[in-house]
């Protein structure tokens, strides 16, 4: 689809904050360590991490009218990932660690200000209507593929990069219910943006 001049510099700006909170963090890493792949490693065991990379590519992709990553379900899916950082992190995560400096920008910037953003973005500038129950069973392959991913790297080096997926604190069962419960609750967060895109399509 088509977005207009005011999109795209919206675009820009939240790329730009995605792409500083992911720098900013890198750097901090970086400097706890000195080794570049050491922090490469470190930083890409979080799904906050992975899913702003996510929202810097597609949105860096829209601002520049590219139609690779542009279609609705792409740029819906993205939206439903990082709200699902933001709402993990306001839930789970908030307050567990204090932090300061620049983990504390990056802590700002990714957890908080790219999951409102874009939210924000896709209400305001994208069209509505196009989306399909199907996309939703699209959107979970990735969530589902990242937390495969985190359960094998944990198992293998013994740390884990959430406390709700720590299998040897928490056991596998319990471990298994956090999942299941954020999965379901992705999900219904997934049918809800269906329904929204549905019921603003038919208002136009």
Request: glycine share 8%; with cysteine.
């Amino acid at each position: 689809m088509k977005i207009g001049a005011a999109g795209r510099i919206a675009a820009s700006c939240i790329a730009a904050i995605a792409l500083t909170g992911l720098a900013v963090q890198c750097i901090v890493v970086y400097r706890e360590n000195s080794s570049i792949l050491l922090t490469l490693w470190i930083v890409f065991a979080f799904f906050t991490i992975t899913t702003n990379l996510l929202v810097a590519v597609v949105f860096t992709s829209i601002a520049s009218a590219r139609s690779g990553l542009r279609a609705d379900w792409v740029v819906a899916g993205t939206m439903l990932a990082i709200l699902l950082v933001g709402v993990i992190y306001a839930l789970l995560l908030h307050g567990t660690t204090e932090l300061s400096g620049g983990s504390a920008v990056a802590n700002v910037l990714l957890h908080m200000v790219t999951p409102v953003l874009v939210p924000l973005f896709w209400i305001e500038f994208y069209r509505k209507g196009g989306l399909e129950w199907r996309h939703v069973l699209l959107w979970a392959i990735y969530p589902l593929a990242y937390l495969g991913y985190a359960l094998a790297r944990g198992a293998a080096t013994g740390r884990y990069a959430y406390p709700f997926l720590n299998v040897s604190v928490l056991g596998w069962q319990q471990t298994a219910l956090n999942a299941i419960v954020i999965a379901i609750g992705f999900m219904l967060c997934g049918c809800a943006v269906i329904w929204l895109d549905r019921r603003a399509g038919l208002s136009r």
